[in-house]
């Protein structure tokens, strides 16, 4: 904005200065001087502020209007929620697997228009972007000193082709920038060197504010950035200077008193909160935290709290600025000067500190005293149900022989403790289980010798027997064993205090003679290099390695789905004897496959209990009251025999904030961005070529685009078949998995044909580039279950991405895929209905995208999760909501019915619309819905066909 934009602005008199510790002063817009005019503004929510900053900064009088500053301002803490916020980001950032398909988008947008005769270059961000490659790396290789080494050749190896089309964006865009793979995970990069507090541009300080396109942006809010994930599909418009529309919030603030209690860990913390947050139903408000027990918390600690909103299902988890923030911004190496306008801006708009209680308006008021938090984990399937530690074992036996829908297994509970022996190498036929029986004390248990960490031959020894005495014994395996235990993800490994205690415990284990089986899959993967430079500079990662918890790679890794495969041995084992077997990883998600397609239980825990369950290998063991192992003599060894004290683990915080370290790490982003990435060279020019790939294609969204809007249709879906009925807690994994493609697959299928062979298939995250194999993954998670199948003779239901397709008087059970098809070549709308929390997890575009490319017209749920249904608008799909009380299963669908949705002509915000069921037997009942366009620009996406080809038209006709 220029200064003479600045003079005409209708707030120019809100325009003030500010100056810094070192007497340079700065312009900004005032929210002090906004008070005047409107009072209100000194007890709204911080957060709320920091919006209402930028749209006073960008009030134009037409995108945003003097109407827009002046309802946010006069924010009441219990109004209706009709007022709709056009809020303009600073910046935005991708990571890698939502980055590819949103820069192939922009691509196909430059090819668009350059097919219509217009300059490619009017499509360019005109914020600046950064992607973080940090969802490639995959554990292939675990536990020696060249696992990183050695599973990043295999990351190049794989994912060259997506490699050199970010190449091509990087001279493509004038403000698209990338961090190569090997420097960490999105997140944590953003905390500790993207985001630098406040911006300067035209002569105007601002503060930083950003969208991404994961949903855990918002750990950037534990350093009071206003943030959160957005789908690709609004990140693209966010990028091309749309505002970011959404509804006013409520704003729920969450008091926090006292300390935490010795032994308990900033993740204990962040599990309780989000169980809390999780029954107080916060889906689509903000969070921001406030008190005496907010401000004692370190930055990191907010951070992990922060982080884990998408669990907790808050649009934010918002912590203010205050002294904990500048001391983060100088141990991780920003600048003074940075730092001194950092401080004077928020001073001077009044915002510096945490509010205490009373001090801010908010719409509910949730509190925990923070001595009440206990040691604890949380699954086996979703974040938010939390088990305390001494719980855990207690938990998993009495779900083992639960109903799925009630979060358990369905499995016989004479199975619990039942191991299953096959033969080394061969694993084809083991025992049926109800011929196996109990393993007796001191019975083999599974190792496999690894060869670089890939089967070589399999072979069996005794509990404390070398591996070279013990090639022709036994193995076994059993229900609740470990098989992946894992340091990873953004909520965890950005937190130097919980990484310190992982260390000083291995270091503790191991001086005590404990030892990790080699079967289970350990791993360290940091979410910056940083982690590894200050666990060095402690002495601790010789200890970590020394039990299997070598450096794997510096990315998501098992959070993602990319823990890499089991040994073959193992494998068999499970699925043929029907086995729940689990992981313990320090991540932010645990949702059916999402981890390994083979187990089914799911933990998330501290890193410090993350090597604990590795050390002892079963979730069956009581740590509270039960040895993790023997350690020299044979003696027990205890928790607490090994648990390090607070004392021990704030010694050595000094290493873990050092700015120079800092600093010099990521200079290298732009010198030093590694060998690898050096040799990848990408095509030149405005527009890419797009070559013949299963990686990377044109994607179908603009085929047939004129700059003419289409014809106004009404929005009326009618005589659609039902392509599935889904239960609760669908999640965007669920409809759009992230992990590996199975070869019987209609994805695999398609890349077999076209000569891809099955250990070169990689995963559908890495494939989000290509459409043919997304729209395949669609509905393809391996543990989704369709209602509409009828039930086993056990009442168990069938997992995969199966329908029952209807037409010409038949009924043909056949993939979700090859249904969509048939539908589609006939001219058949569906539709898909669901239960609660519809969307759930990742803020997936694909999940939207490949709804659409299926040809569903509308999705049916009792809720939605925020971003998935604004994604469903973003890319022309309908979302409706039943009224409370009604759901599928009351109407009594089973499939086999004809669907009519009928919404209000006008599409009016939220307003009632009509469900008409039509029964196989002709009867018809007509039920009412909710529209779930939220606001009106959401209705102008919808009407445009989506939100890309919207934004298309107004900039080529800019």
Request: contains cysteine.
């Amino acid at each position: 904005m220029s200064l003479s934009a600045v003079y005409a602005h209708p707030f120019a008199s809100t325009v003030k200065t500010f100056r810094s510790a070192s007497g340079k002063s700065g312009r900004f817009y005032s929210l002090p001087a906004l008070a005047k005019q409107y009072p209100g503004v000194k007890r709204l929510p911080v957060s709320l502020r920091i919006v209402l900053e930028s749209v006073l900064r960008h009030c134009d009088g037409e995108r945003v209007t003097t109407e827009h500053v002046a309802q946010l301002a006069r924010w009441q803490p219990n109004a209706p929620r009709s007022d709709e916020i056009p809020f303009t980001v600073a910046r935005v950032v991708l990571q890698d697997f939502t980055g590819v398909p949103l820069l192939a988008d922009l691509a196909a947008m430059r090819s668009t228009a350059q097919r219509l005769g217009h300059d490619p270059k009017k499509i360019e961000p005109l914020v600046p972007v950064d992607l973080v490659v940090d969802h490639s790396v995959m554990v292939d290789y675990y536990g020696t000193k060249n696992a990183l080494d050695l599973n990043m050749k295999l990351e190049f190896q794989r994912n060259r082709e997506r490699y050199e089309f970010m190449k091509w964006g990087m001279q493509a865009f004038d403000t698209f920038g990338v961090v190569p793979p090997g420097f960490g995970i999105v997140h944590q990069v953003n905390l500790e060197y993207l985001a630098r507090g406040v911006h300067l541009k035209g002569g105007l300080y601002y503060p930083d504010t950003l969208v991404g396109t994961d949903s855990h942006t918002t750990m950037i809010n534990g350093i009071g950035v206003v943030a959160w994930g957005v789908g690709g599909i609004e990140a693209e418009a966010a990028m091309l200077g749309q505002p970011v529309y959404f509804l006013t919030p409520d704003v729920v603030g969450f008091e926090l008193t006292g300390r935490l209690r010795e032994g308990c860990t900033a993740t204990d913390l962040v599990l309780t909160v989000t169980e809390i947050l999780r029954s107080h139903k916060v889906v689509g408000k903000f969070v921001e935290f406030f008190g005496e027990g907010t401000a004692s918390l370190t930055l990191p600690d907010r951070a992990t709290i922060a982080n884990m909103a998408p669990e907790y299902g808050a649009t934010m988890g918002f912590f203010p600025v205050d002294e904990k923030t500048l001391d983060y911004f100088r141990g991780t190496g920003r600048s003074k000067g940075e730092i001194e306008a950092f401080e004077a801006y928020f001073r001077a708009q009044e915002l510096f500190g945490v509010p205490k209680a009373g001090d801010i308006d908010y719409s509910q008021v949730v509190q925990l005293d923070l001595g009440q938090v206990t040691p604890s984990l949380a699954g086996p399937k979703r974040p938010q149900d939390r088990i305390e530690l001494g719980r855990v074992a207690a938990q998993f036996a009495s779900l083992f022989s639960k109903p799925n829908a009630e979060n358990g297994f369905n499995q016989p509970a004479a199975l619990l403790h039942t191991r299953y022996q096959p033969e080394l190498g061969q694993p084809a036929d083991p025992p049926a289980p109800e011929k196996a029986t109990p393993t007796p004390p001191g019975a083999p248990r599974f190792e496999a010798e690894m060869e670089g960490n890939k089967p070589a031959r399999a072979t069996a020894h005794a509990e404390d027997e070398p591996l070279s005495q013990a090639v022709q014994k036994k193995l076994t395996i059993g229900n609740g064993d470990v098989l992946i235990a894992a340091i990873t993800s953004c909520t965890n490994t950005s937190n130097p205090g919980v990484l310190l205690a992982a260390g000083l415990l291995a270091k503790k284990a191991v001086e005590a003679g404990l030892k990790v089986k080699p079967h289970i899959k350990t791993s360290l993967a940091p979410g910056s290099r940083i982690v590894t430079e200050y666990l060095t500079a402690t002495g601790l990662l010789p200890y970590l390695e020394n039990l299997g918890f070598s450096l794997a790679g510096y990315g998501c890794t098992t959070c993602i789905g990319n823990a890499g495969d089991l040994t073959p041995e193992l494998n068999a084992v499970i699925t043929q004897n029907d086995l729940v077997c689990a992981a313990v990883l320090s991540g932010n998600r645990n949702f059916e496959a999402r981890i390994h397609p083979n187990l089914k239980a799911n933990f998330l825990a501290s890193p410090p209990l993350v090597v604990a369950y590795a050390i002892t290998g079963t979730v069956l063991t009581d740590l509270m009251t039960e040895p993790l192992g023997k350690g020299h003599g044979g003696k027990p060894v205890y928790l607490g025999d090994v648990w390090p004290s607070s004392d021990e683990i704030h010694a050595l915080m000094k290493y873990a904030m050092h700015g120079k370290a800092y600093r010099d790490n990521y200079e290298r982003v732009k010198t030093e961005p590694g060998k690898l990435w050096e040799r990848i060279k990408g095509v030149g020019g405005k527009t890419y070529t797009w070559p013949t790939s299963s990686y990377i294609a044109e994607p179908p969204f603009f085929d047939g685009f004129t700059l003419q809007p289409p014809a106004e249709q009404a929005p009326a879906v009618r005589s659609a078949r039902i392509m599935a009925l889904f239960g609760e807690s669908i999640t965007t994994d669920h409809i759009s998995p992230a992990g590996s493609i199975k070869e019987s697959s209609p994805a695999g299928q398609w890349l077999l044909a076209r000569g891809v062979l099955k250990p070169d298939f990689n995963s559908y995250g890495a494939r989000r580039g290509h459409h043919e194999v997304m729209m395949r993954g669609t509905f393809a998670n391996v543990r989704i279950k369709n209602l509409m199948l009828p039930p086993g003779p056990d009442g168990s239901r069938e997992e995969g991405g199966w329908t029952l397709y209807q037409g010409d008087g038949l009924v043909e059970k056949m993939s979700i895929f090859d249904a969509a098809m048939r539908y589609q070549a006939a001219g058949v709308p569906t539709v898909v209905f669901a239960g609660e929390e519809y969307g759930t997890g990742s803020s997936r575009d694909w999940a939207a995208k490949g709804t659409q490319l299926l040809g569903i017209k509308a999705v049916v749920a009792r809720s939605f999760e925020r971003i998935h249904r604004s994604n469903l608008v973003g890319m022309g799909v309908l979302p409706l909501q039943f009224k409370a009380g009604d759901s599928w299963e009351s109407l009594g669908l089973t499939g086999d019915e004809q669907i009519d949705v009928l919404p209000h002509p006008g599409l009016l915000p939220q307003s009632d619309a009509v469900l008409v069921i039509t029964r196989a037997d002709g009867s018809r009942r007509e039920v009412p819905l909710t529209l779930r366009i939220d606001t009106p620009v959401e209705v102008n996406y919808y009407r445009a066909g989506g939100i890309l080809p919207y934004v298309l038209r107004q900039l080529l006709g800019a």
